[in-house]
């Protein structure tokens, strides 16, 4: 097998031409997706038989949900390949996914709780799933603080890189918890084995924010990206080419 | 929004608010870097940089 282009991601100079050239082709999608979802989940889509209008949280709170867990894949994933291969592009796009995954944790448990009010009558339990979010939101802060709290750009990598390997251990916690313990949190309806539990005019816009979401993030990750790589690599001669 | 209106127009509101950070903070950082990149640059061919 030709290994050529894996070994051309550890190039930084390639990495910033390429996360250029795609930022677009993420953006765009990502742009008429959200519109369209947001259209569709709020204008288009039945209410719900039990929970009524309010169930149209649910294309805000999922999504975000999806890629707060997502994105720690894709982080450790990246720290773990710059652990093993001392690829430093690879320690990059694990800091660049951090603030965004942050930020989308923080966004799943406040529509969480703006949700949980009216359904379950508070807006926070210590409930399993609940704990596991926050627990996430907390694993990226810690990244976050690791990395920003060590000067030596190295170490910083390499420590925030075995903090991101060990969280791991949370996202299954955080998928299966409904199901091993008795949770007031509802059963997947989407991201399960067998088929969504959910009408078709309901499901589409919920798809399609995910999806929306999802390219969302690969945009701003290598917009990100192409910073983290640039200030890296400050001294280089490529980037004396790229800002001349 | 059959009384949910309280709930869901803050939950979308954050949502959004969250997503347009993300897009502005993302685009900063990369022209900080590049500015940052510029500035070391300019100061190298001065001949003020160590």
């Known amino acids: 097998m030709d290994w050529t282009w894996f070994h051309r991601l550890a190039s930084p100079p390639h990495i910033y031409r390429v996360a250029g ?3 677009p082709w993420f953006a765009w999608p990502a742009g008429l997706l959200i519109v369209s979802a947001l ?5 288009l889509a039945p209410p719900d038989y ?7 949280m649910i294309y805000v709170h999922a999504p975000s949900a999806w890629l707060s867990v997502m994105i720690y894949g894709v982080m450790a994933t990246a720290a773990a390949v710059g652990l093993i291969w001392r690829m430093k592009v690879a320690h990059a796009a694990a800091a660049s996914c ?16 703006l949700w949980g009010k009216p359904m379950w009558g508070t807006y926070w339990v210590w409930d399993p799933r609940l704990t596991a ?3 996430l939101l907390i694993l990226y802060l810690g990244y976050m603080a690791l990395r920003s709290g060590i000067d030596d750009l190295g170490r910083a990598d ?12 949370n996202l299954p916690i955080i998928r299966y918890s409904v199901e091993w313990w008795n949770s007031i949190h509802q059963a997947p309806s989407v991201m399960k084995m067998e088929r969504p539990s959910m009408p078709f005019d309901m499901l589409a816009p919920l798809l399609m924010m995910l999806l929306g ?13 192409r910073a983290e790589v640039l200030r ?7 980037v004396k080419e790229v800002v001349s | 929004m059959g009384g949910y209106a309280a709930f869901l127009w803050p939950a979308y509101a954050v949502t959004f608010a969250v997503v347009a950070w993300n897009i502005i903070a993302a685009r900063r950082a990369h022209q900080q870097a590049l500015v940052e990149a510029r500035r070391r640059f300019s100061a190298d061919a001065d001949g003020d940089a160590p």
């Open chain 1, 21 to 23: 050239t795609l930022t």
């Open chain 1, 39 to 43: 259209y569709a989940g709020l204008f």
């Open chain 1, 50 to 56: 039990q929970q009524g209008e309010g169930f149209r």
């Open chain 1, 98 to 113: 951090a603030a965004i995954g942050a930020s989308f944790t923080f966004v799943s448990l406040v529509t969480g709780m």
């Open chain 1, 133 to 135: 979010q926050l627990v």
């Open chain 1, 158 to 169: 390499r420590a925030s890189a075995v903090l991101a390997i060990i969280g791991v251990v």
């Open chain 1, 213 to 225: 979401f999802t390219l969302l993030f690969a945009a701003v990750m290598l917009v990100r990206m």
């Open chain 1, 232 to 238: 890296r690599e400050r001294g280089a001669s490529w």
